[in-house]
């Protein structure tokens, strides 16, 4: 289980904004000059490009502060999601964006996210599977589980759906698609308010 950790600081934004995503592998070299690197190795730097960048399209007054690792399990108490939780609680976050689902959560990570979304919006993707939706994160209260829609505004056939999945948003972006990209733009909507 790794753990990574990384800003982006621009004072010229005016909104901070964290983004956390415990579910994507792959070497970070070609985009060390994105990300200041704390420790750790894995991360999906294009994955985490295309989500804030996607809030960008919506809203482009963010100062991105992106926490993120491989997760082998969400349920052990040494989750990266419980360190990368934590990690936030030092900045003044306006919005949190959870871009991965996860069918449990420990519960110290559960009460944490139960009382940061107590304080400020908090949006979950809610998962990439219309046939099981399982996201733990979606039943806790207070959060925006959000699913996809495809270009032409309907339900995309990709998203999860389920009573929990209140929020719909389009979920494009550039050549992808997926509820990484609806999330991060709800937020932004929700933010611009």
Known sequence: MFLLIFLMSFSAYSRNVGFLDLSHKSNLAAHQNNFTKHNGTDLDPSHADDVISSFKEINNGVNPIYCSGYETSTKSPNSPL????????????????????????????????????????????????????????????????????????????????????????????????????????????????
């Open 82 to 193: 419980f360190a990368c939780l934590k990690w936030f609680s030092q900045y003044d976050l306006d919005g949190l964006v959870i871009a991965f689902e996860a069918s449990g959560i420990q519960k110290q990570s559960f009460d944490e996210l139960s009382l940061i979304a107590s304080k400020i919006p908090v949006v979950i993707s809610a998962g990439n599977d219309p046939k099981v939706f399982n996201n733990a994160f979606c039943k806790i209260k207070n959060v925006y589980c959000v699913g996809a829609l495809d270009s032409t505004g309907k339900i995309a056939s990709y998203s999860a759906r389920g009573e929990l999945v209140k929020y719909w948003e389009d979920g494009t972006h550039k050549d992808s698609q997926g509820t990484s990209f609806a999330a991060p733009k709800f937020l932004a909507r929700l933010l611009k308010k």
